[in-house]
């Protein structure tokens, strides 16, 4: 108890601090609402990538794997030119303002940053055209400094009260462009002397120096340092156990991280290389957690079986189709999970065990590394296992959700025989 007094008391006021930072939550809102696409081109990626060498060859034979490569390349491949908009977007709505205008001039500043560079067509001529390489994965940090920078510009500019305001008899929509357009040229001017100044220097570009001297090593260490991602996953839990949303508080630290690292994978397997460069990456933890936080799914299935009370036999059928689908609500705060000694370590220790475990299985060989290829965050375990790596994966999951029920197993039992006891007293009376 003292244990959970001390988190109680240091540990969720700093979640919920983080949990309530706009800055944060518009970096995780702006990913967030770039998912749909994302997934889009991934689904897409699969269908072009299925292991099924005869429809593979068809493909290749016909041309049709190029065209089913376009939505990724239109999507996935260009995910930090949607991000800064939808950043920027909901920065600026947090402080009540306009969000399209400043997602506008946001966008403006990330292509403004990222400028033109001279190629060579196939005539040997030479051409001016914007480098993809930033507009990916790799230009995701860039693409969040600007949108949070310029937008707080953007904002300052207008709660100054520089802007340029019509008689009410004019439209909306024109009005609201004429609003926008000093708090833009004020963010756009200022990306035009960064975007200078930097040209100026060894890197050449910001792109190449935030990539070069923060993104590249952040996901280095992250990438490969399972322990740093066992502090985060276990975090995540703690703030769970105290009924705060920690897949979002602490992911709007992880996601800019391991989307990018998910990505480098997706780029491998469009490839068609065998191994995946990073171990650690968005896709990872889908593979040992089933159900939402605690990888429940393996709870939901030991109470649909072995519960004796009524209550936790009619909240385990309840809960296991949702649980599937990776929201376990019902649990957490049904059972409850939250802030219930009994269930305190299986909820703080699975998940983190699970990483150690899948982590040194994936780097030994034995289990394969996902493809990262984005899925929907609701698919389900062995399903999403066999996208992500074929059937060796799908088998793998469906061990971890056996493995998480007989964690969970005795720790729910002793909930399950105190419901019971109180049943059978409810009943002689």
């Not at 600026?92 to 205008?101: L, N, Q």
């Not at 008689?167 to 963010?187: D, G, H, K, R, Y």
């Amino acid at each position: 108890m003292k244990l959970m007094d001390f988190l109680e008391k240091y540990l969720t006021p700093v979640g919920a601090a983080l949990g309530n930072n706009r800055y944060l939550k518009a970096v995780s809102s702006g990913l967030v609402a770039v998912v749909s696409a994302t997934i889009v081109g991934s689904i897409f990626t699969l269908l072009a990538n299925l292991p099924i060498t005869a429809y593979t060859e068809w493909l290749k034979a016909t041309g049709f794997n190029t065209v089913l490569s376009i939505p990724g390349q239109c999507t996935t491949d260009l995910i930090a030119l949607y991000a800064v908009f939808f950043i920027s977007y909901n920065l600026a709505k947090s402080f009540k303002k306009d969000g399209a205008g400043a997602g506008l001039a946001a966008l403006v500043s990330f292509m403004i940053v990222t400028g033109r560079t001279g190629f060579f067509n196939a005539e040997g001529g030479a051409v001016a055209a914007v480098a993809v390489d930033y507009l990916g994965a790799k230009g995701l940090f860039t693409a969040m400094l600007i949108a949070l920078i310029g937008t707080r510009l953007y904002v300052w500019v207008i709660d100054k009260g520089w802007v340029i305001k019509l008689p009410e008899s004019v439209p909306p929509a024109v009005a609201n462009s004429f609003s926008a357009l000093i708090p833009t040229a004020f963010s756009v001017t200022l990306w035009l002397v960064v975007a200078g100044a930097m040209r100026m220097t060894s890197f050449g570009s910001l792109h190449a120096m935030i990539f070069g001297v923060i993104q590249s090593n952040l996901m280095k260490f992250m990438g490969n340092n399972i322990w740093s991602f066992m502090f985060f996953n276990f975090a995540t839990n703690i703030l769970w156990f105290f009924g705060l949303h920690g897949g979002n508080i602490v992911g709007a630290i992880t996601n800019p991280i391991y989307t990018p690292l998910a990505l480098e994978n997706l780029a491998a397997f469009q490839a068609g290389e065998t191994v995946m460069p990073n171990i650690i990456s968005g896709a990872f933890t889908k593979t040992f957690t089933s159900g939402g936080v605690g990888s429940m799914f393996g709870l939901a299935i030991v109470m649909c079986i072995f519960a004796k009370s009524k209550q936790m036999k009619t909240l385990g059928r309840l809960a296991l189709p949702t649980t599937m689908f990776f929201i376990n609500e019902p649990l957490l705060f049904g059972i409850p999970v939250v802030l219930n000694p009994l269930f305190f370590f299986p909820l703080l220790l699975l998940t983190p065990t699970l990483a150690f475990i899948t982590y040194n299985l994936m780097r030994i060989g034995i289990v394969p590394i996902p493809h990262g290829i984005q899925l929907p965050w609701t698919m389900p375990p062995v399903i999403n296992g066999f996208l992500q790596g074929g059937i060796g994966l799908a088998i793998y999951e469906a061990l971890t959700v056996a493995a998480a029920a007989a964690v969970w197993f005795p720790f729910f039992k002793i909930v399950d025989n105190q419901a019971l006891k109180q049943e059978q007293e409810g009943g002689e009376e």
